[in-house]
């Protein structure tokens, strides 16, 4: 038998072009296949299925490859409106398969949500918005004088008008729902016989509590990764493709700062991810990016220093001040946020390429948060872990941290760490602390999916104890502190973007910052969150990564 090697291609197997009827399963369960470079199958490799286009749903979204290399979603039922649908699966640092389908209107017609869906409202009250459903046949006209009853299906709430009758234009609208008495989720089932039940999702507020309105600010995205914000109010965010975009103050369109650079490699979960500003970037312009770089002949990640022109109109650069960031094969775990912190220095987070070595590996750059002056060099007062470690390590022996936050006049600084299937992890930083991470077999083998811990306090009992941790892995993004009386009880929470979770989580860290309990899981059942940054407005923005057109960022506003 041959052993395989690491895994490096990915490969759709089955269940693609396929067709059903709206809110139907597919008739063949979308699979795919993870080799090594040789076409060798790897197995107990961690695959994640998401819906990225037409809003159905998936059972058994996060599995393992068997021993063929193969792994299967559990079910892909497609969306409620006729037209495209996609089904995205990804194994870590390896390229993403694409399974299309297309929903047909049934003979019969289809019911779709209209209106009144993913509100928020304090508990025992009315949701604002009476949810209604539209009801079409076959060619897509509106069909009145059908009766759809709505019913509570979790929750605890109740409605008035549980039974709707659809108008001329096909309309059919609930009298009212009224959250039950409990913080959390809600759901509204609307029904009609012979066609799928419709689900309407609502948060019900604990008194307190903010309800969040969420726009879409921005839509057509490829992959936007992170969201920083200039003095003038300017929002610059980057897309993993490679792109910078400045959305000024008032306008609606946002203005291109840079074309991909001709040195990037965007692959998997590499390309141009974290962006900061200088502290002086008002009269100085200049903004750090996170890029991978064939510039050096083979691949890297590294800082780069630009100086961003004037209106933003395109970029000068000034030069890479840190080179050498170890890149995977595939682009995996490449960490990647940028931070530019209150003592003036760049933190940056770096992944470990899924190599069994780097973690703990004290001579690279790999697996580890690094503090910068803004030319590069280690910060003053980094710590010495001995003769021939970077003095570029603040802290080491971290997966895939994407997340790093600041807590307002405490000093704390708080790394958010997208973990493998079966922890991720918020830890309280401290100068030369372990994380712990260490998926070395013993062979130089990666053992990151089948067993290795997250922090491995037997191999290091002195390892840096995580403040919080997320047992069932839904994938770290970015975190931010949520800031403003606006927010009333989540102000000075911890803000954390999950990817598979699909949610916005947050907790207050105790004052020592040892623990952290999740209190509210915001923005459900929506999208992959990848970034989360407040906005000098009191607003937070929020990056959904997701492949184009679906794209996205939000402004969600505190009431």
Request: glycine content about 16%; proline content about 8%.
């Amino acid at each position: 038998m041959v052993e395989p090697g690491a895994p490096a291609i990915t490969e759709l197997v089955a269940g693609d072009q396929q067709t059903a009827p709206v809110g139907e399963l597919v008739p063949v369960t979308p699979r795919m296949r993870v080799t090594d470079s040789q076409g060798v199958p790897v197995p107990g490799v961690e695959v994640t299925f998401y819906v990225s286009v037409g809003g159905g749903e998936v059972t058994g979204e996060k599995t393992v490859t068997g021993a063929d290399g193969t792994a299967a979603v559990g079910s892909w039922r497609l969306g409620p409106i006729p037209g495209a649908n996609e089904l995205t699966g990804e194994a870590p640092g390896l390229a993403p398969v694409l399974f299309k389908a297309v929903a047909t209107a049934s003979a019969d017609g289809s019911m779709e949500i209209l209106d009144g869906n993913h509100q928020y409202a304090p508990v025992g009250q009315a949701v604002g918005v009476a949810p209604a459903v539209v009801l079409r046949d076959g060619g897509g006209a509106p069909v009145a004088g059908q009766t759809v009853s709505f019913e509570v299906v979790s929750g605890g709430g109740s409605v008035a008008g549980g039974t709707a009758t659809s108008d001329a234009q096909g309309v059919a609208r609930v009298g009212s729902w009224t959250l039950g008495g409990s913080a959390g989720l809600n759901e509204l089932a609307a029904k009609i016989q012979g066609k799928p039940t419709v689900v309407f999702r609502a948060t019900g507020v604990a008194q307190g509590d903010p309800t969040l309105d969420r726009q879409v600010l921005l839509g057509g995205l490829a992959h936007p990764w992170d969201i920083t914000f200039a003095p003038d109010g300017t929002m610059l965010y980057t897309e993993r493709g490679g792109r910078l975009w400045a959305l000024r103050p008032g306008q609606s369109e946002p203005v291109e700062v840079m074309k991909p650079p001709s040195d990037l490699n965007p692959q998997s979960q590499s390309g141009l991810l974290g962006v900061a500003l200088d502290k002086d970037f008002a009269s100085n312009r200049i903004a750090y990016l996170y890029v991978s770089s064939n510039l050096s002949g083979s691949m890297d990640n590294r800082v780069r220093k630009v100086q961003i022109g004037e209106n933003y109109s395109g970029v000068t650069v000034l030069g890479d001040i840190l080179t050498g960031i170890p890149w995977g094969s595939g682009g995996g775990h490449s960490g990647g946020r940028l931070r530019l912190g209150p003592d003036g220095f760049l933190y940056v987070t770096t992944g470990d390429n899924r190599a069994a070595t780097i973690p703990q590996d004290l001579k690279g750059l790999g697996s580890k948060v690094l503090r910068i002056t803004t030319d590069g060099q280690p910060a003053p007062g980094n710590p010495d872990l001995g003769p021939g470690t970077r003095r570029e390590i603040f802290a080491y022996g971290f997966r895939n941290p994407q997340g790093i936050a600041f807590r307002p006049g405490s000093g704390q600084v708080f790394l958010c760490e997208h973990g493998p299937n079966q922890d991720d992890e918020v830890t309280l930083l401290k100068p030369g602390g372990n994380g712990g991470w260490d998926p070395n077999d013993g062979n130089g083998n990666y053992n990151g999916y089948s067993g290795a811990k997250m922090t491995d306090t037997q191999k290091f009992p002195g390892a840096l104890p995580p403040t919080l941790v997320v047992s069932d892995s839904q994938g770290m993004g970015g975190c931010d502190f949520l800031q403003g009386t606006g927010w009333k009880s989540y102000d000075g929470r911890l803000a954390v973007a999950m990817l598979a979770g699909r949610r916005l989580i947050s907790g207050r860290p105790s004052s020592d910052g040892s623990k952290m309990e999740v209190v509210s899981n915001d923005l459900q059942n929506i999208a992959r969150l990848r970034a989360v940054t407040m906005g000098p407005d009191g607003n937070v923005y929020i990056a959904v990564d997701e492949p184009a057109p679906n794209g996205q960022i939000w402004r969600v506003s505190p009431k």
